[in-house]
């Protein structure tokens, strides 16, 4: 491992690799996280997220590259100021709710009385003061994994790892983690998170990675990954597919909607790349073709998601991860 | 180090401050109590057993009436003297032989019926040990004789006595008690007329559905031997006394150590606890690490199964949780011999000065350098084997994984057992040694070895190379544990080696 500059921003990881035998985990990866930001971490099954999140904790090394979290080249000297909801993750059955985030906060450096005290806080500020003397046995899926969820921010972590925070959670507590994801960000910490759900990341995320097969795939905003997207258009007619695809700069038409009554036909049309949606709709008006609807749309994260990730990222079976990663 | 402290604490709260472990410690004085009491209720209520002697010659049921009170009153004075030791707490009573505790013989038994039997032994014992005594109550007999019932007493031939006693020995017939009402009969003797000590005589018959317990046949068999022999000792000419003289001999005998001065040198009880009390401790060694063992291991399990292990992994190094876990599971296995030590010391305190058996062994313990050694030894033996269970623990998703690792672990643990009575009667012997030098059972054969004085220079040496060996066993499983721990699914035995190799980046 070479050594990383330190690095202003509160994460920065410099060509990091991880190998297990001949099998490459997270192949020449860098990014780069600012302070204050929401990062989303996105990419299929077996795309090397949580290896790469074990290792800017320093739960495994990587086998090349370096890293910096919070300053540190390791963040063994920093976890205190580090919170992580690993996305396998459970608790002490025999535990009480509150003492087990107490618990994990005295672990990140909190004194027992105020371990105690910031616990019984966030389960009433999260309406699960009832639960505080509950054996986590008795808790339900849901409440169990709020109770991790406070158990990884009670400590009140300058940085925050979520990995598939939002898995397992029904939609109101899926809101309720947005919500405290954006309350966590508006108190000035920095937030990682992976996940599979396209629609947080898009509501939630100021930049995101896609990951696949341990490489980077993409980074920036949604809006910097949506202009390099080919345009996506909505349009109503009454003319054949035929028609329009005679227009040219069409790379994909498909029928939206039956015909109605007036013969009118809603499509769904990818230009090619490069092709202005202001140019094909000179070329109908000049074919003298109607048309009532014309609207042009962006490309969601989801047409993203699939186009960097899918080419393979999917294919990548559990039977070819390696045999150290519990899940990526 | 604060971390480790968390975990050790986290840990040795869970199983110390569990429903369980608090209900064992409630039931376990209560558990001794009960078990006390069921066994003299059980001893009280025990049933007589009647029989009959069918005697032929009607020369021989004396001797097994005689045998039958001298056995009684065997147990009976056994009973008395355990009776003087609760009540005087072990130590030496003020109260004149034969009524003081010592051997159950003859001559005794001869002598405390002379001396005015156990009306006069509770007088004294009131008298010189405490005046509140509850009072002394013999044991029940627990066999009767009765006389054989004038129907079969008529008939005339041995068969048909055989016969005669069946429909009783089955059950199907009752046998009348001086008490009133019938009982079944347990057993039937019939004594031949030709019965005696020559090759061509007669034997007698001992007819019984019980098969298992033998304690009557056995009194009987030894009755007859008495009578037979002395009929043998009148044939050279001797009185029948000379038998009992015989048996009553004891030959007076006293041991001594060579090791202290000659007035402490005879062995006394003192003694023979120093001696024994190494092997106690370390069997007890034994029972706690496979108890902490498993504790570790399915606590391991827990935390690998149920996902805890990495939030865990995030917060403090592999090294800090198994520093933790081990530190915590070994307070656990150390609470409960300190519960029952602190219990000892305090009735030691209470009864200063006191020569009972607990007192004696607390001393022991703490006058010499032994619970030094016996708490290095500890340590040492338990970060062997609970380094062991702990990477088993580690590759493991469920108990069930983990027993293909545990039948080798448990035949090394349990190993040296069949050997320690060998090292326990030959401390110094050539099985001791060799124990003392395979390191895994250095701290059992070294403590078995405490009190004997063996050879400086192997202890010293057996124990540098435990240490090493300890050493390199908490690397190399101190490895296994950090790469398996985080692993979905458990390794396969044959890829466990290589997880002993050094972590790669």
């Avoid at chain 1, 498909?254 to 013969?263: D, I, K, L, V």
Wanted: with cysteine.
């Amino acid at each position: 491992m070479t050594e990383n500059p330190v690095s202003q921003n509160p994460v920065s990881l410099q060509n990091i690799t991880k190998r297990y035998g001949g099998f490459t985990a997270v192949d020449d990866l860098s990014f780069e996280v600012a302070q204050g930001e929401i990062y989303g971490f996105l990419g299929p099954n077996g795309a090397g997220k949580t290896t790469t999140l074990r290792m800017m904790l320093d739960i495994i090394q990587p086998s090349a590259g370096s890293l910096s979290i919070l300053g540190s080249s390791s963040a063994i000297s920093v976890r205190r100021r580090i919170g992580y909801l690993p996305e396998e993750r459970g608790l002490y059955r025999k535990m009480k709710a509150a003492d087990s985030i107490a618990y994990f906060a005295q672990l990140r450096g909190l004194s027992r009385k105020a371990a105690k005290a910031k616990a019984m806080a966030l389960l009433e500020q999260f309406d699960l003061e009832e639960f505080a003397r509950s054996k986590n046995e008795a808790l339900s899926k849901g409440m169990a994994q709020k109770v991790q969820l406070l158990a990884t921010i009670a400590h009140e972590p300058e940085l925050l790892i979520l990995d598939e925070p939002f898995s397992g959670l029904d939609p109101i507590n899926q809101q309720t983690l947005e919500a405290l994801i954006r309350e966590q960000r508006r108190g000035g910490r920095t937030i990682i998170f992976s996940t599979h759900v396209m629609q947080h990341a898009e509501r939630l995320c100021d930049r995101f990675l896609i990951l696949a097969q341990g490489q980077k795939r993409f980074e920036g905003t949604l809006a910097e990954a949506r202009a390099g997207m080919a345009g996506r258009l909505h349009v109503r007619t009454n003319a054949s597919r035929e028609a329009l695809i005679a227009l040219g700069g069409i790379a994909h038409i498909r029928e939206e909607e039956a015909p109605s009554a007036g013969a009118e036909m809603t499509y769904e049309i990818e230009l090619e790349e490069g092709a202005d949606p202001q140019v094909f709709l000179a070329k109908a008006v000049a074919a003298r073709i109607v048309i009532s609807r014309f609207e042009q749309a962006g490309a969601t994260l989801h047409d993203i998601f699939v186009s960097l990730a899918g080419d393979g990222g999917e294919a990548v079976s559990d039977s070819k991860r390696a045999p150290h990663e519990a899940a990526a | 180090m604060k971390q480790i402290l968390l975990i050790a604490w986290r840990e040795y709260k869970q199983y110390i401050f569990s429903r369980g472990f608090l209900l064992f410690l409630t039931m376990f004085p209560l558990g001794l109590v009960f078990v006390g009491a069921a066994v003299g209720l059980l001893e009280n209520n025990k049933p007589i057993r009647y029989f009959v002697v069918y005697d032929e010659t009607g020369a021989y049921t004396d001797e097994i009436d005689q045998e039958l009170d001298r056995r009684y009153m065997q147990s009976a004075i056994a009973a008395w003297d355990a009776y003087i030791l609760v009540a005087s707490g072990g130590a030496e009573v003020d109260i004149p032989a034969p009524f003081a505790p010592d051997d159950v013989n003859d001559a005794r038994i001869v002598a405390f019926e002379t001396a005015g039997g156990f009306e006069k032994a509770q007088s004294l014992a009131k008298a010189n040990i405490n005046s509140g005594l509850p009072s002394f109550v013999p044991p029940k007999r627990s066999f009767y004789r009765l006389p054989t019932p004038g129907d079969i007493q008529a008939l005339g031939s041995l068969l048909e006595i055989e016969e005669a006693f069946r429909p009783y020995l089955l059950e199907q017939r009752l046998i009348g008690v001086p008490s009133g009402g019938g009982k079944p009969l347990f057993a039937a003797v019939l004594i031949p007329s030709g019965f005696g000590a020559g090759e061509d005589a007669a034997q007698a018959q001992y007819w019984s559905r019980n098969l298992t317990d033998q304690s009557l046949e056995m009194i009987i068999r030894s009755a007859l031997n008495r009578a037979l022999r002395r009929s043998v000792i009148a044939d050279y000419g001797l009185p029948g006394e000379a038998l009992d003289a015989v048996a009553a001999v004891d030959a007076p005998i006293a041991s001594f150590r060579p090791d202290k001065a000659p007035e402490e040198a005879e062995l006394g009880m003192k003694d023979r606890i120093e001696t024994a009390l190494p092997a106690g401790l370390t069997y007890m060694l034994l029972v706690i690490i496979f108890g902490v063992g498993n504790l570790l291991l399915t606590n391991t399990i827990e935390e690998r199964s149920n996902k805890i292990v990495e939030i865990l992994l995030s917060s403090v190094t592999a090294n800090q949780l198994m520093m933790g876990k081990l530190l915590g599971i070994a307070a656990v296995g150390l609470t409960m011999p300190a519960l029952f030590l602190s219990g000892g010391l305090a009735l030691t305190l209470a009864d200063a000065g006191s020569e009972n058996v607990m007192a004696v062994a607390v001393t022991t313990l703490f006058s010499t350098n032994l619970i030094f050694v016996y708490l290095f030894y500890f340590f040492c033996a338990y970060l062997i084997f609970s380094m062991i269970f702990l990477a088993i623990g580690a590759v493991s998703n469920s108990l069930q994984d983990a027993q293909s690792y545990m039948g080798p672990v448990m035949l090394l643990v349990f190993a040296p057992l069949p050997f320690m009575v060998m090292v326990f009667q030959n401390p110094n012997g050539l099985v001791a040694s060799i124990l003392t030098w395979i390191p895994i059972y250095t701290p059992y054969a070294v403590m078995m070895r405490a009190a004997s004085d063996p050879p400086l220079w192997e202890i010293v040496g057996a124990t540098a190379l435990m240490l090493a060996f300890t050493l390199f066993l908490m690397r190399i499983m101190g490895r296994i544990f950090r790469q398996a721990i985080l692993q979905a699914s458990p390794p396969k035995i044959r890829d466990v080696w290589r997880l002993t190799r050094k972590e790669k980046a």
